[in-house]
Structures are given as C-alpha cells and as structure tokens.
T-cell receptor
Framework: DQQVKQNSPSLSVQEGRISILNCDYTNSMFDYFLWYKKYPAEGPTFLISISSIKDKNEDGRFTVFLNKSAKHLSLHIVPSQPGDSAVYFCAASGDTGNQFYFGTGTSLTVIP | DAGVTQSPTHLIKTRGQHVTLRCSPISGHKSVSWYQQVLGQGPQFIFQYYEKEERGRGNFPDRFSARQFPNYSSELNVNALLLGDSALYLC??????????????FGPGTRLTVL
C-alpha cells in the first residue's frame, strides 16, 4: 500500500524555466516531509524539508509547498539547471519520526 | 566533514548465503536507519536504531536483522538470501531530536546482487 505517491515518473523542462515536481500522500498523520535528489549509483541527497506547521519553505532555488487539506506537496525549482537532472523522491514521516515513507520518484531532465 | 559511509560498495552472493552490510553515521548522529531500494521504486524502510536499541521495523521477514554498536555504527544482516533480495541497501543517519522526526542523511549505498 503506497502511502506516498509521485504520479509523474518523468518530467522534462528547458533550462531556465521552472520545474514543478508533485507528491501526494494518504496518511493524515504524516507531519514532516522531505525531498531528496538522487543520481545513479549514489545515495539520495537531502534537498529541503517542511513541517506540517508551515505551508511553504524556501532554500535558494528550491521551494516546497504543502497543502495539508489536499494531502499534497510540491517542489519548485527556479531556474532549472542541467545539473538538476536527477531522480527526485519525496518522503513523509509521522510524529514518531522513526520511519520515512518514500514515493517512487520522478526523473527530471533539464534540457540545455 | 565525513558523511555517512557504507561498506562494501558492491557485493555478489548466491542464494542461501548470508550477508553483512556496514554503516558509519555522520559524526554526532546517534540514529541509523536502513532502507532497501529495488529498481524503479523508492527506498523502503527496514530498521531504525537509536542508542543501540531498535526503534522501528518495517515489513521485512525475520531473515533481516540489524544491530548498532556503542560508536553508533551499524550492521545489517540478511540470512538465507533470495534472488529478490537483490537491491541497493541504503543507510541513513540522523541526530534523532527528541519528540519528533528529523532529517535523515543517506550514504552511497551497497549494491547487493544475489545469483
């Protein structure tokens, strides 16, 4: 039972434009969310997090938006760069913090 | 600063064998979690350890076990290997702040192939 879903397996964006990656979750107990970026043959690299007490968090070119009523979060990358090409995972955790549930990932390609 | 380290990088085993994977957390982190990632899927939680105690267990058979040592490093053991155990095994460390989740930082993983 997939509690975190990334329904777009892939996304292509022109360099300089905005990339929007989406993530949906089903468990209303989730209250902490992370985005990771993964290159082939490497472990996931942490990008940005958001707690359920916020609806937006920014870090440089990366912004995460959380819509709790819709159980939806999104990652915006502006401007997109070729080096952003990777697989992006969203992950969610409940109040115990002991277990993160991951989506299946979205492969982003930024075209120069 | 050194990140999370894992060894070995790659491993090839045959069905029925046993494997031990190792992980050293980021300095100062007291919690280690293990995840399995099969091709085309996101990481799936196996275990979390904090201060040498198991704090969480995912939906994996008893063939999977782990432990954490006084220096906070950890081992994941898998017995009676099956072909389906072929995957990338990821270790993540975190500080484990009291009362809530915190960010997990991943190592490069160990690629296990079972023949």
């Amino acid at each position: 039972d997939q509690q975190v879903k990334q329904n777009s397996p892939s996304l292509s964006v022109q360099e300089g434009r905005i990339s929007i990656l989406n993530c949906d979750y089903t468990n209303s107990m989730f209250d902490y969310f992370l985005w990771y970026k993964k290159y082939p043959a490497e472990g996931p690299t942490f990008l940005i997090s958001i707690s359920s007490i916020k609806d937006k968090n920014e870090d440089g070119r990366f912004t995460v938006f959380l819509n709790k009523s819709a159980k939806h979060l999104s990652l915006h990358i502006v401007p997109s760069q070729p080096g952003d090409s990777a697989v992006y995972f969203c992950a969610a955790s409940g109040d115990t913090g002991n277990q993160f549930y991951f989506g299946t990932g979205t492969s982003l390609t930024v075209i120069p | 600063d050194a990140g999370v380290t894992q060894s070995p990088t790659h491993l090839i085993k045959t069905r029925g064998q046993h494997v031990t994977l190792r992980c050293s957390p980021i300095s100062g982190h007291k919690s280690v979690s293990w995840y399995q990632q099969v091709l085309g899927q996101g990481p799936q939680f196996i275990f979390q350890y904090y201060e040498k105690e198991e704090r969480g267990r995912g939906n994996f058979p008893d063939r999977f076990s782990a432990r954490q040592f006084p220096n906070y490093s950890s081992e994941l053991n898998v017995n009676a290997l099956l072909l389906g155990d072929s995957a990338l095994y990821l270790c993540a460390s975190s500080w484990m702040k009291p009362g809530g989740p915190d960010t997990q930082y991943f190592g490069p993983g160990t690629r296990l192939t079972v023949l």
